[in-house]
């Protein structure tokens, strides 16, 4: 959902029953100047070797709304890494637009570690044998909402979405997707895990929409949630729509603090309890960072997650 800053979606609709927009977008903005539509194309067969790295930042008491569209042609590759930065307070409201040919392959990373209020929209439209693989941490802001609509037209398309989110103090982080099978013999893919402390609150909305032409569908959902705290929160809703009778889905969610028992085994041998919730802490993130396939990006993510774990337990 494209979000217009005159209209803005209320908790009253259903896919936003859990984030407040309206109650997060500071007052008093300036829309920033006009601001280049960034475009990135690759023709067919071509691949690029180094990835595309762009950076969007924000400014204080601005309304940024900046516009990216990835078109990657018949058998096209590439990799980008997408971040996100800004001081102050400020609405970075963007629309991301991808388009990939006939076996084309996309490696998607996004990094967003900024302080205000963040809402990305990234519509994904896929067609045979075609690849996308997409990767998100958010980190800090005070509201981020990471949505995404991916459509798989053609047979054999694959579609892979996951995530981390790390939150504290108020901060609130909100992923919501919808994966719409359109064509037989397609796989589609969500794994997000959440670690949350203090009053931090997060969200996950997923939905896996089959149509009745896309037989022998894999689709799969998981996500799960970790509270440091007990005033933290998490909101899961996992859904799934089958209008074909030959397919495998799957959803599945879970949520809550560190288990007593491991810890209990893992001080026996003689860590002290900070060491121990680390422990256990890293090998949870890590299981969804280890999905990362560029070697020097999953590295440069759990250096980040690590960082963060660290100024936490």
Not at 78 to 88: M, Y
């Amino acid at each position: 959902m494209i979000i217009s800053p005159d209209n803005l979606p209320t908790p009253k609709q259903e896919e936003w029953k859990y984030t407040n927009l309206p109650k997060a977008v500071p007052d008093g903005l300036t829309r920033a100047p006009d601001e280049a539509e960034i475009v990135i194309h690759r023709n067919s067969g071509e691949v690029s070797g180094q990835a595309e790295d762009i950076l969007f930042t924000a400014r204080d008491r601005m309304l940024h709304s900046p516009v990216l569209k990835v078109i990657l042609e018949e058998g096209a590759e590439l990799t980008l890494i997408e971040r996100h930065e800004g001081q102050g307070a400020y609405w970075k409201n963007m629309s991301v637009d991808i388009t990939l040919g006939v076996n084309a392959k996309l490696h998607h990373y996004r990094i967003i570690e900024d302080e205000s209020v963040v809402t990305l929209n990234t519509q994904i439209s896929q067609e045979k044998d075609s690849s996308y693989h997409g990767f998100a941490i958010i980190q800090d802001g005070s509201l981020i909402r990471n949505e995404a609509h991916a459509v798989l037209n053609g047979e054999n398309a694959e579609c892979d979405l996951s995530g981390l989110n790390l939150l504290k103090g108020e901060q609130h982080g909100d992923t919501t997707i919808v994966i719409e099978h359109k064509a037989p013999h397609c796989n589609s893919s969500q794994f997000f895990r959440s670690v949350l402390d203090d009053e931090a609150r997060g969200v996950f909305q997923g939905k896996v929409h089959v149509h009745q032409i896309a037989q022998k569908t894999d689709g799969y959902q998981l996500s799960n949630a970790l509270l440091l705290s007990e005033r933290a929160e998490m909101d899961t809703k996992p859904e799934l729509e089958i209008y074909a009778d030959d397919v495998k889905c799957s959803h599945g969610a879970t949520c809550g603090q560190l288990d007593d028992e491991p810890l209990f085994y893992l001080r026996s041998r003689g860590l002290s309890e900070a060491e121990a919730r680390m422990l256990i802490v890293q090998a949870f993130v890590s299981e969804v960072a280890d999905k990362i396939v560029d070697e020097n990006m999953r590295t440069s993510i759990k250096n980040k997650a690590e960082t963060w774990l660290q100024s936490v337990l």
